[in-house]
């Protein structure tokens, strides 16, 4: 199986989890030093682990990430595309490099994951698209214009590999709602930071809670596919 964005956050506790039970990882992200130290943590508990540094906005990095995979273990079963980015802020501001990187990051990331692996899981006759989006996904509120675009994309682009991926191949959308990650950090503006930060102390659910989600979804029979899961705090509105 192979994870990007598996630095930290949701990728990491997916990573954890997916070692935890049995699966052999490459982990890629833009922090090397991470991966490391998650590899690390991964073998000294008996898994199996390798890391690739990976920028997804780079499609050859994903086509390297795929290609190590196969290397390793002889094939790959599962893409987690987890990377994302999340410079929320108000259109007004015209933060347009900031839109930019998250149209790069969070749309085009998962089409380079599409193209690296779509190939790869059509010669084994299977596998396994599992894509993080969000519950901006479904709703769209001040300061997330452009964030809840891109992930209403993925959704889309999802929707439509589901519809073309036949009978031997599974896609998963998972959509969380507020996680305790450094989401808040990446925002510029101060404002936007703290009412986020705000909201992920008060009711955020662990990443944890969205890794086993995506365990429930890989672990079932390979003629079930668990299209859509929304993973959310009870208390998010």
């Not at 050859?60 to 893409?79: C, I, N, P, S, T």
């Not at 901006?136 to 809840?148: D, I, L, S, T």
Request: glycine share 8%.
């Amino acid at each position: 199986m192979a994870v990007t964005g598996a630095s930290s956050g949701i990728g990491a506790a997916t990573a954890l989890l997916l070692a935890e039970r049995g699966a052999r990882l490459v982990l890629g992200a833009r922090r090397s030093e991470r991966l490391a130290e998650l590899v690390a943590r991964i073998e000294r508990a008996g898994g199996a682990a390798v890391q690739l540094r990976t920028d997804v906005t780079r499609r050859d990095d994903l086509h390297a990430l795929v290609a190590l995979a196969r290397e390793r273990f002889g094939r790959l079963d599962v893409l987690v595309s987890n990377a994302g980015a999340g410079t929320i802020s108000p259109l007004d501001d015209l933060r347009v490099e900031e839109w930019d990187r998250m149209v790069d990051v969070n749309v085009k990331g998962v089409l380079h994951g599409i193209a690296a692996a779509l190939p790869v899981f059509r010669a084994q006759g299977a596998g396994h698209f599992v894509t993080i989006a969000s519950t901006a996904a479904f709703r769209v509120v001040p300061a997330m214009a452009v964030y809840a675009g891109t992930k209403y994309a993925v959704r889309a682009i999802c929707e439509g590999l589901r519809q073309e991926a036949g009978d031997a191949l599974r896609v998963t959308t998972v959509s969380p709602g507020v996680t305790a990650t450094d989401f808040a950090e990446a925002s510029s503006n101060g404002r936007v930071r703290a009412e986020i930060t705000k909201m992920r102390d008060d009711i955020a659910i662990p990443p944890d809670a969205i890794a086993r989600a995506i365990a429930f979804a890989i672990e079932q029979p390979a003629a079930v596919d668990v299209n859509e899961v929304v993973v959310r705090p009870v208390a998010q509105g």
